[in-house]
């Protein structure tokens, strides 16, 4: 591993090289022809015709893949992609990009599920299947309705820092001859076992024994991408494989577009992974609801940029956990599967990251504790899911809440943050350069943009969130 790190590294530092000397001073972007080459890969977020990162892509004309049918169908138009695909599946777009950056035209896309197998365990917001313990996504877990221990399903998801599976959907099958699931070879040594990561930068993965398995024409390595197929689905993490197939992936060419959604792994002070995307940034690199300190292992982001020596150098990075706080907790739910902090509920998802000294710490003990939480807010700007949390040895008397911004008053001299209107009468004003410089009232207003500018609000001393704010920061 230490090896591979270095490696990379040294890929970066070359990337950037070529980068800086290939567009000179001419930064990224849209070509001047009004549209480039770009690949974007996330999940749907909704149709009409298909968008994914944001980007909505005309689909008529366009070849779908679906990898998993071993079919080709070349879209007739807008519509028919709702025939063959749903909400919140991952897909892989290429196209093109209009100047707008809003949208685009899609000359193919693919669609490959993560896994098929059987649902061993259950809860409000993971299954288990094949041993690993899948979290859904939000917009999955109303998916969990009606399904029961024992039901096989097709999931669709993002790899998270650790290798494992996010589900964005989730869909019963009823008649699943055989179970399958996708990933990275590795621990090969052309006998008869191997271990199938999810992502290449997990640390554990699936056993998969080969000795009864047709591999194919020309073998199999390291790091290859495959799909294993299995007659039974197993509780244990251990496939007896009945067939092991290469797969073909749509990628992005040299200096093409890029955006690629997912979970931020193997953080470094210049890049980092999203499931097999390396990712560079550097002082250049524009971040859109927060900033770059605010990059965690962990964090859902998205990143966009074009491709250098098969490195994706990030114009632009948008985090996805768009909210943090800084505070004591005051109440734990009984349940645990929730606290309230700075007055506002947020919930606990169950197998959230709870951390001290490197320690897991139950939401039990988190009562009357200082701490740093991370989470992302609802569509409403107001519900609240924690995403991570760290917990701080010494309450400092203050508090801090990052967050964009839903409304501001330069009249009355408010913003409205996750819900919590703020009263910045007082406050000192600084701006988002890099010493955060005291600037004057009526041009932080001025900077703000609703639902996209984001503020870190201090409290110093905290007793309420009614308090008046000692200082506001502009965040990007």
Known sequence: MKSIRTAMLGLIALAFASLVSSCGSSGGGTPASGSSATVSKGAIERFGSVVVNGVEFRVAGATLHLRDDNADKILQNETEIRNNLEEGMVITVKGRLDANGLTGAATEIEFRDALIGRIDDKGVDFIKVMGQTIVLDDNAKPQLTGLAINDNVRISGLVDDKGGLRATHIKRLDNAAEFEVKGFVSDFSGGTTMTLLLSP????????????????????????????????????????????????????????????????????????????????????????????????????????????????????????????????????????????????????????????????????????????????????????????????????????????????????????????????????????DAPHSVIAATQFFNSIVPNVTVVKVRWRPFTTTAAPASDVELEN
Do not use: C, H, W
Not at 258 to 263: A, L, R, S
Not at 301 to 317: C, T
């Open 201 to 432: 930068t997990a640390t554990t993965g699936l056993s998969v024994n080969l000795s009864g398995a047709p591999l194919p024409a020309g073998g199999i390595k390291n790091g290859d991408f495959v799909e294993v197929k299995s007659a039974v689905s197993p509780a244990d993490g251990v496939i007896t494989a009945i067939r092991v197939e290469l797969e073909d992936e749509l990628k992005a060419a040299e200096n093409e577009e890029v955006e690629v959604e997912g979970f931020v792994a193997n953080l470094s002070d210049t890049g980092f992974m999203i499931g097999a995307t390396q990712v560079a940034f550097n002082s250049a690199t524009r971040f859109v609801n927060g900033v770059a300190a605010d990059l965690a292992t962990g964090m859902k982001v998205e990143a966009e940029g074009s491709i250098v020596n098969g490195i994706l150098l990030a114009e632009k990075i948008v985090f996805k956990d768009n909210l943090r706080i800084s505070a004591l907790v005051s109440a734990v739910d009984p349940s645990g599967s929730g606290l309230t902090i700075l007055g506002k509920s947020v919930t606990l998802p169950s197998m959230i990251e709870i951390r001290e000294n490197g320690n897991a710490v139950a939401p039990a003990a988190l009562a009357g504790r200082f701490v740093d939480l991370r989470g992302r807010l609802g569509a409403d700007g107001l519900a609240i899911t924690a995403t991570r949390i760290d917990v701080k040895n010494n309450d400092p008397g203050e508090a801090t809440l990052r967050a964009p911004v839903s409304a501001a008053s330069a009249a009355d001299n408010t913003l409205t943050i996750a819900g919590i209107l703020v009263n910045t009468t007082g406050a000192e004003f600084k701006g988002n």
